[in-house]
Nanobody, 126 residues
Framework: QVQLVESGGGLVQAGGSLRLSCGVSGRTFSSYGMGWFRQAPGKEHEFVAGLTWSGGTYYADSVKGRFTISRDNAKNTVYLQMNSLKPEDTAVYYC????????????????????WGQGTQVTVSS
């Protein structure tokens, strides 16, 4: 069973930075793409950033230039570095693992991801 455990959320002032981490266990980490989604109050899950098994990335327009997704295969961990945070970034952030290994593109649908973390709250004050 694949398990994902997130950490790093918290309260930060607008313009500040946070780094979210997601540790993964249960199956070969390096062969699977990873994604970050977020859910703001009253809204559906929104794709934020994705990373293929080989290192390709894709970002939502709303976070391009501010967020960076990365992975450390030796630690079985995916990260989301969030800079220049805005109040509209406030949400619960979830990491997720692609259902399919060695996919050649980033996928953005929640249904493409088979395993999810518990979520971590990010609150950006104005």
């Amino acid at each position: 069973q694949v398990q994902l455990v997130e950490s790093g959320g918290g309260l930060v002032q607008a313009g500040g930075s946070l780094r979210l981490s997601c540790g993964v266990s249960g199956r070969t980490f390096s062969s699977y793409g990873m994604g970050w989604f977020r859910q703001a109050p009253g809204k559906e899950h929104e794709f934020v950033a994705g990373l293929t098994w080989s290192g390709g990335t894709y970002y939502a327009d709303s976070v391009k230039g501010r967020f960076t997704i990365s992975r450390d295969n030796a630690k079985n961990t995916v990260y989301l570095q969030m800079n220049s945070l805005k109040p509209e970034d406030t949400a619960v952030y979830y990491c997720a693992q692609d259902k399919v290994p060695i996919r050649r593109m980033v996928v953005v649908r929640t249904s493409d991801y088979g395993y999810w973390g518990q979520g971590t709250q990010v609150t950006v004050s104005s």
